[in-house]
């Protein structure tokens, strides 16, 4: 079985106005950086951001078709106390995120998207996943708070009675979200106090690669996702080969799980052509991979940890 573990469903007005002005202004940026181009932000906007939307999961559906990926988990994602109330509930976003994964069981999982701040989450939180069927809880420290902050260790506890993993945003963040919250060290103390929660650290803290994997090496309970990286396996696909090759020696191919953070690479690296290049790796790089190692990666793993 291949799973994404990490992807998202896009809607204009489920999240801020702040947040789409960032993708655009990152877009802009990299226009100008990589091919000298000068695209006013309007443009970009009109270009870039209708291809991200998919309200009913009808596109990402068929990314999975054509990849041949068999489950993806969809993360909802909670930035109202970060940045502003979008127009649909966050409450909406996560009963909508339900009501597909009920309509998908065979293809789609759903966590739960909630901010440690609401005053609510811990009921939140459990009508989630007793009532609604959710698999798991996403946070998104970029928002602007600290994992290892005590006043959230009520929320780890119910995770934990859940017997539910926690997936966390990890590494450096677009504007206008917060990098420093998402440095994995803060999530030291959360693994530390709480040795038998599944903790999924997203994206291998891209640039802070290094730190991640010195903190997983002694917290078995951290496992890695390698979503995100599309772009840098097609700018810099040794260098890719030799950090995930650093993963498994120290971690073990068990700990590391495929993800794509859709729809974000959506244009430039599609799903169907990251998984090819994480497929092709045994043959492919001049590192060496097994495939039995790619087989942990692409699925197994994730299959085991939620529960399929």
Known sequence: ???????????????????????????????????????PFEEMA???????????????????????????VV??????????????????QNRIHAELMKKYPDKLV????????????LEFLEKCIKERGMRGLKLHPGTGFFPDDKRFYPIYEKCLDLKIPVLFHSGPII??????????????????DFPDLTIIVAHMSHGWWRDLLAIASVKPNLFVDVSG?????????????????KFIDEL??????????GPGFRSACPPAEYLR????????????????????????????????
């Open 175 to 192: 504007y206008p979200l917060r990098s420093k919250p998402a440095h994995p060290i803060y999530l030291d103390d959360v693994a530390t």
């Open 1 to 39: 079985m291949i799973i994404d573990i990490h992807s998202h469903l896009f809607v204009e007005e489920w999240l801020p106005k702040e947040f789409w002005d960032g993708i655009v202004r990152t877009a802009v940026n990299k226009a100008k950086k990589i091919m000298g181009a000068e695209v």
């Open 46 to 72: 009109d270009s870039v951001l209708p291809d991200l939307w998919d309200p009913s999961g009808e596109i990402l559906l068929e990314e999975m078709e054509t990849a041949g990926i068999d489950r993806t």
């Open 277 to 308: 290049i994480i497929r092709e790796l045994p043959e492919r790089s001049k590192v060496k991979f097994d495939e039995e190692e790619i087989l942990d990666i692409m699925g197994r793993n994730a299959e085991s940890i939620l529960g399929l």
């Open 229 to 245: 990286w599309e772009m840098e396996v097609l700018t810099h696909y040794d260098d890719f080969c030799k950090i995930l090759r």
């Open 252 to 261: 073990g191919s068990e700990r590391i799980l495929f993800g794509t953070d």
């Open 110 to 121: 759903a966590f739960a998207g909630i901010d440690p701040r609401r005053e609510s989450c």
């Open 75 to 92: 993360l909802p994602q909670d930035f109202e106390i970060g940045l502003s109330k979008p127009k649909v509930t966050i409450e909406e």
